[in-house]
């Protein structure tokens, strides 16, 4: 699809409404899919999801459910492996639709989706086809995969892992050693696991390699998490690895451990977005329906203006993952961005969803903490998604790499399109060695943001960016602050901020501001929610025990004041309003 114009009439139309859910721009088979999700959940009810979460019943039948329509395997299986089913193929943007879903109805039938999308990163990134074609049939059969990568005493610090392969003396290895956090690893046929080899010292002792979870050296120990969804504890008890189970050696597989979390981690801020949504049906709904002193609890100032923030935050969350998937599909060798634009999705979306469902719980108060209420398990659950697949200091040191280039040195890159058409999105498994992001190159962020300049809150957001760059010119980092990941952090929250403006206009721009989805009041109201934010991030850079006067006199600078007004935040509560009783799962009397 060419970057054009789409229409729509609302910017409602840009949340998840199951009962009318049929996504157009995706062809048969996936929508056919995509709505039997929908129907399933919706079919078992909202008494059952809960109740199953309250007594931590494990999601069997959800797995038997995907086994049936063949929902991972469809979605899952890049092209190479279909063996010719022209419906299957890797889709970030179908990917990216399910995981959606899945976060909407919760986090425990959307984490085994995403563990075996990690699980399955190794394996399509070898050229080992044996193993390819081993994992391609487990997932026809309806099977799930896993990630054997973090242990208990190490965490994903690859380089000290104690899975140890020994050599076996018939050309093979024997594995020994446990995993820790591995999602699936209960029930999983493809388990890729990372080790390393006795006597082999530097990047050649590493290796991946596929597992089984029905072998008699694969011990299951526990699930380490009181909830639905199992995070297990294995162990390898002389498992034996013969050359057809190794995926990756050397380099290859310390680069396949990082390029499958690039993939993986891209799905969280989908997960994030679906939950919040969710809670947000349930929230205004119940609210505006609440009479409190003679008055819906609506009526309230304070409660439209956290309604409102939510919104307007909602709305960008969605606004930036939506554009990012296109420069995930469009990203080649000579284009990058997407490496950038990635721990964005991860760290920025999942954070603002935390601030979406608390926003919300304040709203609802007591009644979020009912057990016949999403929202309460939306706020157990979503602290998980900023800390899955690297935490927020990771993600955002991650980001840091790329701030000289995108602020300082842009370069012309060709109109990335919008990617809704049904192409396998191979380049993924391809990515190559894990270097190099200080090479990457970006697009000028300035043009982006001088197109919406006539918007008030986006030419003060632009003035708070300039003021970040005068900074980094006047006062950068000394060698001290450089390795002050303290320091560094607060710097790079108002990097992040930039950046994820930029996608926001941009995908506001393909929807049209004159079609009442990213309106001048639209985007001028979540701009008002970027300039709080990049304000408060200032003030946190000014406190900094390291940071110097100029530093903090600049950080200072960069304070501001968004633009209020009324008639804009009227007509945005509008909108809010107007999602009351829009959505109620199926339930009976705990559907509001």
Not at 66 to 75: D, M, N, Q, R, Y
Not at 296 to 301: D, H, K, M, R, Y
Request: aromatic share 12%.
């Amino acid at each position: 699809m060419s970057r054009e114009t789409i229409a729509m009439t609302s910017p409602n139309e840009l949340l998840l409404q199951p009962t009318a859910y049929d996504p157009q721009d995706f062809d048969e088979t996936t929508r056919k899919l995509l709505r039997a999700t929908v129907e399933w959940f919706e079919s078992r009810g909202k008494d059952r999801l809960l109740s199953d979460y309250h007594e931590k019943v494990f999601y069997s039948d959800f797995l038997d459910f995907a086994a049936e329509e063949g929902l991972f395997a469809t979605f899952l299986t890049p092209t190479r492996d279909a063996v010719g089913d022209p419906d299957k193929r890797w889709d970030t943007s179908r990917i990216a639709a399910l995981s959606e879903i899945l976060g909407f109805y919760g986090l425990n039938y959307w984490y085994p989706w995403q563990v075996t999308i990690l699980g399955l990163g190794p394996v399509w990134q070898s050229e080992n086809e044996p193993a390819r074609a081993r994992a391609a049939a487990s997932l026809e059969a309806g099977g799930v995969a896993a990630f054997g990568l973090s242990e208990k005493e190490h965490g994903a610090d690859v380089y000290s892992t104690d899975m140890v392969l020994a050599p076996d003396g018939d050309g093979g290895y024997l594995a020994s050693g446990s995993k820790y956090y591995i999602g699936n690893g209960n029930c999983a046929n493809t388990v890729s696991v990372f080790g390393r080899v006795n006597g082999v010292e530097g990047a050649d002792q590493y290796v991946f390699f596929y597992a089984d979870f029905e072998h008699p050296a694969f011990s299951v120990v526990k699930n380490i998490v009181p909830a639905q969804m199992y995070v297990a504890e294995f162990s390898l008890d002389n498992y034996p690895v013969a050359a057809h189970d190794i995926l990756h050696t050397g380099e290859a597989a310390f680069s396949a451990a990082l390029n499958t979390v690039n993939i993986g981690k891209f799905n969280l801020c989908f997960g994030g977005i679906g939950m919040s949504t969710h809670a947000f049906y349930e929230t205004i709904t119940h609210a505006h329906n609440r009479i409190l002193f003679g008055n819906p609890v609506t009526n309230f100032p304070h409660v439209r203006r956290e309604f409102v923030d939510a919104y307007a935050r909602l709305l960008a969350m969605r606004l930036f993952s939506d554009r990012a998937v296109d420069y995930f599909r469009s990203a080649s060798e000579d284009d990058r961005r997407y490496l950038l634009f990635n721990p964005v999705t991860k760290m920025k979306v999942t954070t603002e969803a935390q601030k979406v469902i608390g926003l919300l719980s304040d709203i609802a108060a007591a009644k979020g903490f009912e057990k016949d209420s999403y929202l309460a398990v939306a706020k157990m659950d979503v602290d998980g998604l900023p800390k899955l697949e690297g935490t927020v200091a990771v993600n955002l040191a991650l980001i840091a790499k790329f701030m000289p280039a995108y602020l300082f040195a842009p370069e012309n890159f060709p109109e990335i399109p919008t990617r809704r058409d049904g192409a396998d999105d191979e380049f993924l498994f391809r990515q190559g060695p894990a270097r190099g992001l200080s090479k990457v190159r970006f697009g000028d962020w300035r043009a982006v943001y001088a197109r919406s300049a006539d918007i008030p809150n986006v030419a003060l957001f632009v003035s708070q960016a300039e003021s970040l760059v005068t900074l980094l010119a006047e006062a950068a980092p000394d060698a001290a602050q450089q390795v002050d990941l303290d320091f560094g952090l607060a710097i790079t929250e108002l990097f992040t901020l930039v950046v994820y403006g930029q996608l926001i206009l941009e995908q506001a721009e393909i929807l049209g501001r004159d079609s009442g989805l990213a309106t001048g009041d639209i985007l001028d109201q979540i701009f008002d929610v970027l300039v709080r934010d990049f304000s408060a991030a200032a003030v946190e850079l000014h406190g900094k025990p390291s940071a110097s006067v100029p530093q903090q006199r600049l950080a200072l600078a960069a304070i501001r004041r968004p633009e209020f007004a009324a008639e804009r935040f009227e007509n945005v509560w509008q909108h809010v309003v107007g999602l009351s009783g829009a959505y109620a799962m199926n339930g009976g009397s705990h559907n509001v």
